[in-house]
């Protein structure tokens, strides 16, 4: 029963994802949540934020560095206070024109029915590339 209401909490903050409602997305979230996105050089939302303020800036940041073509969130696995979600997207930088496009695994941990902790990972070594002026 956990992993069911753990699941439809990430799925919910998904879902207002998908609707462009950061507000939404936030409630979902403890006011002192853990958030980690591998660090990209040329991507500055990358990285580590802590609270849901900082998280805020996070979606600002990114929406202004990367235009999101494609976001689908595929496999979802619950298992006691973890949901880990199996993913893809696809992404355009917008400081180079560049895409890239990659698998992504996201790893949430839920306390007291609230996202405590976030951590993502992608290639990131593609999103580096994106990040760099064509020669």
């Known amino acids: 029963m956990e ?3 753990n699941t ?9 994802y998908g609707r462009g409602d ?11 949540i853990e958030w ?7 991507l500055s939302f990358t990285g580590k934020r802590k609270g849901s303020e900082q998280v ?6 990114a929406d202004e ?9 595929k496999e979802f696995i619950a298992q006691g206070n973890k949901v880990v979600v199996l993913g893809h997207g696809a992404y355009t930088v917008n400081a180079t024109g560049r ?5 992504w695994v996201h790893v949430f941990t839920i306390e007291d029915g609230h996202i ?3 951590r993502e990972f992608l290639d990131s070594h593609l999103a580096a590339e994106a990040c760099q002026a064509k020669i």
């Open 8 to 16: 439809q909490l990430v799925k919910d903050a998904y879902a207002a």
């Open 3 to 5: 992993e069911q209401r």
């Open 65 to 73: 560095a990367r235009t999101l073509r494609e976001f689908v969130p």
């Open 99 to 103: 895409d890239f496009d990659s698998d």
């Open 116 to 118: 405590a902790a976030f």
């Open 22 to 32: 950061v507000a939404a997305v936030l409630s979902c979230m403890s006011p002192q």
């Open 56 to 61: 805020a800036e996070y979606f600002r940041v």
């Open 36 to 42: 980690e996105l591998a660090s990209v050089p040329g």
